[in-house]
T-cell receptor, first 115, second 118 residues
Framework: DAKTTQPTSMDCAEGRAANLPCNHS???????VYWYRQIHSQGPQYIIH???NNETNEMASLIITEDRKSSTLILPHATLRDTAVYYCIVRVASPSNFGNEKLTFGTGTRLTIIP | SAVISQKPSRDICQRGTSLTIQCQVD?????MFWYRQQPGQSLTLIATANQGSEATYESGFVIDKFPISRPNLTFSTLTVSNMSPEDSSIYLC???????????????FGEGSRLTVL
C-alpha cells in the first residue's frame, strides 16, 4: 500500500468545519483513499472512502485532488465527540482481490475539538 | 454491518504465561485480521487469519509467538504466548465482508482486548 502523510495534531473550534489533510503522492491508480477514526479506548471506525470523485455521507465529506496525490476529510460541524485520531489510508479494494487487502495504518492526526 | 465481540475485554497476566483472545462475528465474513496497538501508538497488523489454513503473518510476527486459529467464517482466536511486559497492548480483531454487489472495502473492528503483562 502507498504511504500517507498527515499532520500529527490539529485543533478545531466546536461548531466549525474541521479540515484534515492527507498526502498520498505515490498512490496507484487502483488504490482508494479511506478514512477511519479512533476515539479513545475504542476500535477504529470507518468514516468514508473514495477513488477520484468527491464523496459525502452523513459523517463527512472527502475531497480528492484531481491528480489524486492528496485529499481532505471535512467534518462540517465538529462536535466534542469528534475528538479522535483520524487515519488516512490508501488501499486496493476489490471483492475479488486477495493479497493486497490489508489495511496499513500510519500515525494519523490527533484532532481535538475545543469547546 | 458486522458486529464483533472480543473476549476478554481486558486482562492482567503474569510474565511467561499465555493468553488466548477470542473474536466472534455475528455473520460470515471473508477476511479476518488481528492488529496490535501498543500504548500511544498506531495499529500494527499482526496477521491475516485464514479459514481452514495457517495464518499469514506480517514481518516481525511469528506463529510460535502469536498462534492464530480460524476454524470457520465467524470465529478466530489469537494467542499471545510466553508473555513479557513488552506484549502489553491492545489487540484488535478486524473483519471485512465481501458482498460483490455492495462491496465497499470497509473493515469493522472489535473494541479490543487490553492486555497488561506484569
Amino acid at each position: 500500500d502507498a504511504k500517507t502523510t498527515q499532520p500529527t495534531s490539529m485543533d478545531c473550534a466546536e461548531g466549525r468545519a474541521a479540515n484534515l489533510p492527507c498526502n498520498h503522492s505515490t498512490i496507484s491508480g487502483n488504490e482508494y483513499v479511506y478514512w477511519y477514526r479512533q476515539i479513545h479506548s475504542q476500535g477504529p471506525q470507518y468514516i468514508i472512502h473514495g477513488l477520484k470523485n468527491n464523496e459525502t455521507n452523513e459523517m463527512a465529506s472527502l475531497i480528492i485532488t484531481e491528480d489524486r496525490k492528496s485529499s481532505t476529510l471535512i467534518l462540517p460541524h465538529a462536535t466534542l465527540r469528534d475528538t479522535a485520531v483520524y487515519y488516512c489510508i490508501v488501499r486496493v479494494a476489490s471483492p475479488s482481490n486477495f493479497g493486497n487487502e490489508k489495511l496499513t495504518f500510519g500515525t494519523g492526526t490527533r484532532l481535538t475539538i475545543i469547546p | 454491518s458486522a458486529v464483533i465481540s472480543q473476549k476478554p475485554s481486558r486482562d492482567i497476566c503474569q510474565r511467561g504465561t499465555s493468553l488466548t483472545i477470542q473474536c466472534q462475528v455475528d455473520s460470515q465474513v471473508t477476511m479476518m485480521f488481528w492488529y496490535r496497538q501498543q500504548p500511544g501508538q498506531s495499529l500494527t497488523l499482526i496477521a491475516t487469519a485464514n479459514q481452514g489454513s495457517e495464518a499469514t503473518y506480517e514481518s516481525g510476527f511469528v506463529i510460535d509467538k502469536f498462534p492464530i486459529s480460524r476454524p470457520n467464517l465467524t470465529f478466530s482466536t489469537l494467542t499471545v504466548s510466553n508473555m513479557s511486559p513488552e506484549d502489553s497492548s491492545i489487540y484488535l480483531c478486524s473483519v471485512e465482508e465481501r458482498p460483490a454487489a455492495t462491496y465497499t472495502g470497509e473493515l469493522f473492528f472489535g473494541e479490543g482486548s487490553r492486555l497488561t503483562v506484569l
